[in-house]
């Protein structure tokens, strides 16, 4: 390879590698960006060149004359920033107005310059091109001494090496422009060592960038796609070394070379596969790329979305105990881990294992000096430290189930609010890595987000059982309110049955209570084994219902009495259950009237709903009442007579059969109870109850 094309692709790779820190490592200001741009910008320039002196390649002169003019413009751009509001030195702006149109004429130039190449650079054609170049070296030399003489001396630290960097790049151009324009011709020692000067300068221009914040940029780069750009390069790298193995080889192997060579290539090949795939390989990448190329160890945003998702997964993959040990594992690159939870009040012991084993019947104690630590301290305990004998972990033994776990490494608490509801323990991550301040920041975060998760987990967990509990509590207090009434029916049967027990009459109506009441026992017996209270809903006629629930009640006082009357209204209910809701609002409507007042059943239809109203002249309830009190179910005023769920299970059924519930009252006025029902439509002979559900959404 010549020495010129080496020279510059040097160059070419250093400003690349310096373009790249400048992404990875600032963000938020112009400087910065005009910084990366001419970094760019002279590694293409770079590049270019090498290519240019390839052998049989001859590129136009105008080409190469473009890149230079190019290059200088951003290097004279970036100065210019400098000089302006970012370092706030005033620039005189004679300078500052000439600058810009030069390097604009000399590119226009170039453009129409003649096409000779760059070997034969001789003659006046070339010669006004050369003058401006080395005018813009000049500029760039007067730019870099306004810019350190007019600096604070607080600012020359920060700005020191990129004048000086920068001011050898100039002064070296200047030499070689001062040949061609002198003797007509090009230094070639010089021109094929100008690739490596100018790399020799990135070193200064990365020590002053690292030395001013302010040059930051609002550029981003993922570390995934440095993880995998670098080890593609490392990829890259290792297939060319064993190409040049596998050439070698077959070149000096003599008989034998060309098959030791492909056996070569195989091998290789079959251990980059290996790397590739190797866990522990890519951890190292990982740490390698987190060291040499970023501030922080981590992208945080990557990690958070990272957490999220893996506590979010769907359940059937994996519960979320064992998501929650692989969310915190993911972060250090651990291979296994445990969760501990408190099983009680005094202890922890293991709820999930993943990839990581212990003996069954262990348990920490809540109140132990190992709990109590990590608890008060919110630490992360690093078994290693610990067994290195830190004074940190002086104060407290290591229990002796985590000191017989081969792999153990740190233990996470898991906080939520101050209290501990339990710990991870990680194994050894892949590649061997020491904590440090911005780990140990992350996992407590983290194991405080696993804890919520794992907290609200529970706490959907027990509410779920106590939905169990209160629907059976719920069913078990309507049955016991059926049978209350039922109670009190035969109560009323018997006192009665000294007085009337030869009346034929009386017997015959004792009969059929007794048989009614047989058959509501039933029903109820057959929903407690159902486990719900619905029956099987039809098509009722409302006045059969309304009175039989009035027949059901006329045993009190003030017996119910009809008012107006319509016949033709239907709807579609479970007759039985219809029934008692009607029998609890007319015994309501009679526990607050006076013997001597009186309860009226009205129905009445607006052609879309049946209207029943059970209107009493008892002593009325005010709007706070009804508002608050009326329907919240087991609220009775009543004492030890009452449930409490009478109007609340009316007004759920009603409202189940699509249906609606008004109550309108007064204290001393009395209350007016208004039941809305959709109608049906009178039902064909023959047509069955499971088409009543369509006919009832037609009328309604």
């Avoid at 002796?400 to 776990?405: D, F, G, I, S, V």
Wanted: positive net charge.
């Amino acid at each position: 390879m010549d020495a010129g094309v080496a020279t510059y692709i040097t160059g070419a790779i250093a400003y690349f590698v310096l373009a790249i820190l400048l992404l990875t490592s600032w963000r938020g200001r112009l400087q910065g960006a005009l910084l990366v741009v001419a970094a760019l910008a002279t590694a293409l320039w770079s590049g270019f060149l090498a290519y240019a002196l390839v052998p049989n390649v001859q590129p136009p002169l105008a080409a190469v004359l473009a890149a230079e003019v190019a290059r200088y413009a951003l290097w004279l751009t970036f100065l210019l920033r400098l000089l302006g509001a970012g370092a706030g030195i005033a620039l005189p702006s004679k300078l500052r107005y000439a600058v810009h149109p030069l390097w604009l004429c000399l590119l226009a130039y170039t453009l129409i310059a003649g096409w000779t190449p760059i070997i034969t650079l001789r003659g006046n054609a070339a010669a006004v091109p050369i003058v401006g170049l080395f005018v813009l070296a000049l500029i760039g030399l007067i730019l870099i001494e306004q810019l350190y003489r007019n600096s604070r001396p607080s600012q020359r630290y920060a700005i020191k090496f990129l004048c000086i960097g920068l001011g050898a790049m100039f002064i070296y151009d200047l030499v070689i422009y001062s040949y061609v324009l002198m003797l007509h011709g090009i230094a070639r020692t010089l021109w094929n060592a100008r690739g490596l000067v100018d790399a020799l300068v990135v070193p200064l221009l990365a020590v002053s960038a690292a030395r001013n914040p302010k040059w930051s940029l609002d550029v981003f780069v993922s570390r995934r796609m440095v993880f995998y750009s670098t080890t593609l390069l490392g990829a890259g790298i290792y297939l060319v070394a064993v190409a040049a193995g596998g050439y070698y080889i077959r070149l000096y192997g003599g008989t034998w070379g060309t098959l030791a060579a492909v056996v070569f290539l195989f091998c290789g090949g079959v251990g980059l596969l290996m790397l590739l795939f190797s866990g522990q390989a890519r951890a190292r990448v990982r740490v390698f790329v987190s060291k040499h190329f970023f501030n922080y160890r981590y992208d945080y945003r990557e990690e958070w979305l990272r957490l999220i998702d893996t506590l979010a997964r769907p359940t059937d993959e994996m519960p979320l105990a064992k998501r929650s040990i692989l969310a915190l594992a993911q972060i250090t690159d651990s291979p296994g881990g445990m969760l501990w939870a408190r099983s009680d009040s005094h202890h922890f012991k293991p709820a999930a294992m993943w990839n990581m084993q212990t003996a069954d019947d262990v348990a920490q104690p809540v109140e132990s000096p190992f709990i109590r630590l990590i608890e008060e301290r919110q630490w992360i305990f690093d078994l290693t430290e610990s067994r290195r004998g830190d004074a940190a972990y002086a104060a407290v033994e290591t229990p002796e189930w985590l000191k017989a776990l081969p792999r153990a490494w740190i233990v996470v608490p898991l906080l939520q609010d101050a209290d501990m509801t339990g710990f991870i323990v990680l194994a050894r991550a892949r590649s061997e890595r020491k904590l440090n301040w911005e780990d140990l920041d992350l996992l407590k975060t983290a194991g405080r987000q696993v804890a919520s998760y794992l907290g609200h987990d529970e706490s959907a967990r027990k509410l779920a059982e106590a939905r169990q509990f209160e629907g059976y509590n719920r069913l078990t207090a309507f049955v016991m309110h059926d049978l209350k009434n039922l109670v009190a029916q035969q109560s009323l049967m018997i006192t009665n049955a000294g007085r009337h027990k030869r009346n034929p009459a009386f017997v015959d109506d004792m009969i059929k209570t007794v048989e009614n009441s047989v058959s509501r026992m039933n029903r109820l017996l057959d929903q407690l084994r159902r486990g719900d209270a619905a029956g099987e809903a039809r098509r009722v006629r409302v006045r059969d219902a309304v009175a039989r629930a009035m027949d059901e009640t006329r045993g009190r006082q003030p017996a119910p009495a009809w008012g107006a009357v319509d016949e033709s209204s239907y709807v579609y209910v479970e007759i039985d259950r219809f029934c008692a809701i009607l029998g609890h609002v007319i015994r309501n409507a009679q526990d607050a009237t006076p013997a001597t007042g009186n309860v009226t059943v009205n129905l009445r239809s607006d052609g879309t709903n049946a209207i029943i109203e059970v209107r009493d002249d008892g002593e009325g309830m005010d709007a706070n009442f009804i508002r608050d009190r009326l329907f919240q179910p087991f609220f009775t005023t009543k004492s030890s007579k009452g449930m409490g769920v009478g109007a609340y299970q009316a007004r759920e059924y009603v409202t189940s059969a699509g249906g609606s519930i008004d109550v309108a009252s007064e204290p001393g006025q009395g209350t007016v109870f208004t039941i809305r029902l959709p109608l049906v439509s009178a039902q064909p002979a023959g047509t069955s109850p499971a088409t009543a559900p369509a006919t009832a959404r037609e009328a309604s």
